[in-house]
């Protein structure tokens, strides 16, 4: 029976990829930063929800450590922990944005590095990072998640050649809009206030932005993709997930010139 860690499991993509699992068949811990340690093992078509936060190094050991007494393997890894913040470039705090790294990279980073010992060990295992549609081209009022975002799939990038190997199978899963908590968690940077020059343009971004997520994709639609990566020998670089439309778009990104491409997103977002 296979193992699964995913992060970022209390809400949204992580919990309907973590439920489905679990109905599957395999023994799923999730993790949140609100759990209570130390948890409970997972039990059959149930996932146990276990405390994690990736941005602390002593918390990923020990939920990591707590799985491995647990099973004494982990042979899926979905990395979803993350979340969204919006402002001008210009406003963003230099504490806002290492902040925004250190969940949605550097929390991947500190993931793996205690995961992946334990499945080169046994020259098998699926890491499945998510990035997102704008881990392909940057999106205005949104250029630190972007960035974030540019940087995991440059990181998946590497992740592959250095683990094909040992066996490890590493793949990015890149979703455009879905109803999730994401619209509800995402947060502004302090400066993006009424007083801001870029108030009325980042309101407008801020206004399309959740209007595509509240009509979305289902979560379920992601869940069915990672589902069908489990049993796969081989899986591609990286997997574009959402509604059909901005999957469309983003082929589009490689075939329009970079400027009209620019003003088509400056259009859609009213900025």
């Not at 210009?90 to 250190?102: D, H």
């Not at 990035?131 to 940057?138: C, E, L, N």
């Not at 940077?189 to 009424?194: E, L, P, Q, V």
Request: charged residues 25%.
């Amino acid at each position: 029976m296979k193992v699964a860690l995913v992060t970022g499991s209390s809400s949204g993509f992580g919990r309907a990829c973590a439920q489905s699992m679990a109905e599957r068949g395999l023994r799923v811990y999730g993790t949140s930063r609100h759990a209570p340690p130390p948890g409970k093992p997972a039990e059959e078509r149930k996932p146990s929800l276990i405390s994690m936060d990736v941005r602390d190094e002593s918390s990923v050991r020990s939920a990591v450590e707590f799985v491995l007494e647990q099973e004494g393997r982990i042979d899926v890894l979905i990395n979803n922990a993350g979340f969204g913040i919006m402002g001008s470039i210009e406003e963003t705090s230099e504490p806002e944005a290492l902040g925004q790294f250190e969940t949605n990279f550097f929390g991947v980073h500190r993931v793996c590095r205690h995961v992946l010992p334990v499945m080169r060990r046994r020259r098998d295992g699926l890491v499945i990072n998510i990035g997102s549609i704008a881990g392909r081209f940057s999106l205005p009022f949104e250029g630190f998640y972007a960035a974030s975002k540019h940087a995991l799939a440059a990181l998946t990038e590497s992740m592959r050649m250095e683990l094909t190997p040992f066996g490890i199978r590493v793949t990015l899963v890149e979703p455009g809009d879905f109803r999730t908590e994401f619209t509800a968690h995402r947060e502004l940077a302090a400066a993006a206030n009424a007083d801001s020059p870029y108030a009325s343009r980042l309101r407008s971004a801020l206004d399309i932005a959740r209007q595509d997520e509240r009509q979305g994709a289902d979560p379920r639609l992601l869940a069915q993709l990672v589902i069908g990566l489990l049993d796969r020998r081989r899986v591609d670089p990286r997997y574009l997930v959402g509604p059909r439309s901005q999957t469309l778009l983003t082929r589009l990104r490689w075939i329009i010139p970079d400027g009209w491409f620019e003003r088509l997103l400056m259009s859609h977002y009213r900025v």
